[in-house]
């Protein structure tokens, strides 16, 4: 591990101690002005190449397959059904071997291997229900507990998406389509909210029961604010519309007044309780959404009224104005830590 590495490992279990309560503001200033952080997170980036390598690698190998043998659906799922044991074999063996990065991507592929199954099984034994939905939930009960099992971050990253498939599936998702239209935002509020209730009780026991999966929280609470934040997004543009082809482009003017104003005092109080809390991550969620906000209204509400060729400028000139602002700010934190 790098010094910048080791560095930036140290300040995150000192962020964590301090949301717990063990050391005040202070003593955290002070320790964190002791482990300067690099430029670049290394073990980071690798991470997200072992991710993307671990997906390709998986792409590639069933396009491989099919291939060079002929393709049946019993085929198929007979090969899924190795692939999964085989991974899991292998992934075991390389944490033994102490490779426990490339064992816990090998562990994602054997999850992307068992979905692969899961739906091939569905359309042989397929009813003609329709109900694809039911498949992510089973892969959802799988891989859910294997991630603390296998104590494997990736994974339960994956189980956050499979319950936002299966849950817009289950909700009103007509067909394959309106990925992002979220046609009932409001069933999506509640389950965000319901997730960072999850991720908040997730990070007090992780000071007793569950120390061994410390840091799980952060992917809880980030997986819900996503899902609160992209809710609060559609109700703020279009009501709470619950039809897909229904009026909601006729949304009262009081209702997305009310909506606005319910997402722009949820990302202010992220922005106060991520700053009093030194968890960057509540903070940039905050601050994130509230700019998309200006620029949702902006573009809603004033573009077509002002030209587009100059809401265009003025959009681009407030956007490099920002990242100035934020440059700025971030010289000042090097030069000056206690600021």
């Known amino acids: 591990m790098t010094p910048a590495a080791a560095n930036a490992a140290i300040r995150a279990e000192l962020g964590q101690l301090l949301r717990e309560g063990l050391i005040d503001n202070k003593t955290y200033s002070s320790l964190s002005e002791l482990y300067p952080v690099g430029r670049w997170d290394w073990r980071s980036l690798g991470r997200w190449f072992l991710i993307f390598g671990a997906v390709s690698l998986?792409?590639?190998?069933?396009?491989?397959?099919?291939?060079?043998?002929?393709?049946?659906?019993?085929?198929?799922?007979?090969?899924?059904?190795?692939?999964?044991?085989?991974?899991?074999?292998?992934?075991?063996?390389?944490?033994?071997?102490?490779?426990?990065?490339?064992?816990?991507?090998?562990?994602?592929?054997?999850?992307?291997?068992?979905?692969?199954?899961?739906?091939?099984?569905?359309?042989?034994?397929?009813?003609?229900?329709?109900?694809?939905?039911?498949?992510?939930?089973?892969?959802?009960?799988?891989?859910?507990?294997?991630?603390?099992?296998?104590?494997?971050?990736?994974?339960?990253?994956?189980?956050?998406?499979?319950?936002?498939?299966?849950?817009?599936?289950?909700?009103?998702?007509?067909?394959?389509?309106?990925?992002?239209?979220?046609?009932?935002?409001?069933?999506?509020?509640?389950?965000?909210?319901?997730?960072?209730?999850?991720?908040?009780?997730?990070?007090?026991?992780?000071?007793?029961?569950?120390?061994?999966?410390?840091?799980?929280?952060?992917?809880?609470?980030?997986?819900?604010?996503?899902?609160?934040?992209?809710?609060?997004?559609?109700?703020?543009?279009f009501g709470a519309y619950e039809l897909i082809d229904g009026p909601w482009h006729l949304a009262r003017a009081d209702e997305l007044f009310l909506f606005n104003t319910v997402w722009a005092v949820f990302n202010v109080l992220l922005i106060v309780v991520g700053a009093r809390l030194v968890f960057r991550m509540l903070t940039a969620y905050?601050?994130?959404?509230?700019?998309?906000?200006?620029?949702?209204?902006?573009?809603?509400?004033?573009?077509?009224?002002?030209?587009y060729v100059t809401s265009s400028f003025l959009a681009g000139g407030a956007a490099l104005a920002l990242a100035f602002m934020l440059e700025q700010h971030r010289r000042a934190s090097v030069a000056s830590p206690d600021s």
């Open 286 to 307: 905050g601050a994130t959404f509230l700019i998309i906000q200006g620029y949702t209204l902006f573009f809603a509400h004033a573009a077509d009224r002002i030209g």
């Open 58 to 237: 998986a792409a590639g190998s069933a396009i491989f397959l099919r291939e060079i043998i002929h393709f049946t659906l019993e085929k198929l799922a007979i090969q899924l059904g190795i692939a999964t044991i085989v991974l899991l074999g292998g992934a075991q063996w390389l944490k033994w071997r102490t490779w426990r990065m490339v064992g816990q991507a090998l562990e994602l592929m054997a999850a992307f291997s068992l979905i692969g199954l899961t739906f091939t099984l569905g359309m042989i034994y397929s009813t003609g229900s329709g109900h694809w939905s039911a498949l992510v939930l089973i892969d959802l009960i799988i891989i859910l507990p294997a991630s603390y099992a296998l104590n494997n971050r990736l994974l339960l990253v994956l189980s956050a998406v499979l319950f936002f498939v299966w849950f817009g599936g289950r909700t009103g998702y007509t067909g394959w389509g309106y990925w992002f239209g979220m046609n009932y935002p409001l069933r999506f509020a509640a389950a965000g909210g319901f997730i960072i209730a999850l991720g908040c009780g997730h990070m007090m026991l992780e000071k007793t029961a569950l120390a061994r999966f410390r840091g799980y929280a952060k992917i809880w609470l980030s997986s819900g604010l996503f899902i609160t934040e992209m809710a609060l997004w559609l109700l703020s543009l």
